[in-house]
């Protein structure tokens, strides 16, 4: 975990928060693809929705384990 303005992000879901930025962004350059706010839009909540998924199932296995 790392925090940015007091927020616990995930390590991984940072680095794939930038991957998917300059993926989507760089569409831009190449001839063949366009670039999509909504396809931005819908990589940031897979990377929200399964982040806070892994919370949980992170969270229920270490309570689990101090039972």
Do not use: C, H, P
């Not at 962004?25 to 999509?36: E, T, Y």
Request: aromatic share 22%; charged share 15%; net charge negative.
């Amino acid at each position: 975990r790392k925090n940015i303005f007091n927020i616990s992000f995930l390590l991984g879901s940072i680095i794939l928060f930038i991957m998917s930025t300059i993926e989507e962004f760089s569409q831009i350059f190449i001839a063949n693809r366009n670039f999509d706010l909504v396809d931005l839009f819908f990589n940031y909540l897979g990377i929200f929705v399964f982040s806070f998924i892994a919370l949980g199932i992170g969270y229920f296995i270490f309570n689990e384990e101090k039972k």
